[in-house]
């Protein structure tokens, strides 16, 4: 009897034990998922904004050189 109780009070410990750690475990997923969001974004939207900078750039440099030297 004695050994039957101690094997149902390891089975409740582990069985609560597996619940706390997959609650932990799906919180730092979640969190490390919000993090990945939030640097790809902003990754993304850096990104975008360089390529219009760079576009800009190309397109004001050309008409300076156009200017300069395609005189009409």
């Not at 597996?18 to 850096?46: H, L």
């Given at each position: 009897?004695k050994?039957?109780?101690?094997?149902?009070?390891?089975?409740?410990?582990?069985?609560?034990?597996?619940?706390?750690?997959?609650?932990?475990?799906?919180?730092?997923?979640?969190?490390?998922?919000?993090?990945?969001?939030?640097?790809?974004?902003?990754?993304?939207?850096?990104?975008?904004?360089?390529?219009?900078?760079?576009?800009?750039?190309?397109?004001?440099?050309?008409?300076?050189?156009?200017?300069?030297?395609?005189?009409?």
């Open positions: 009897m050994a039957e109780l101690i094997q149902e009070f390891q089975l409740l410990q582990q069985s609560r034990a597996n619940k706390f750690a997959g609650e932990i475990a799906d919180r730092i997923i979640s969190s490390v998922d919000a993090v990945n969001e939030k640097v790809t974004t902003s990754m993304s939207q850096r990104g975008r904004m360089l390529l219009l900078l760079e576009n800009k750039l190309n397109f004001s440099m050309l008409k300076r050189l156009k200017r300069r030297f395609l005189k009409f």
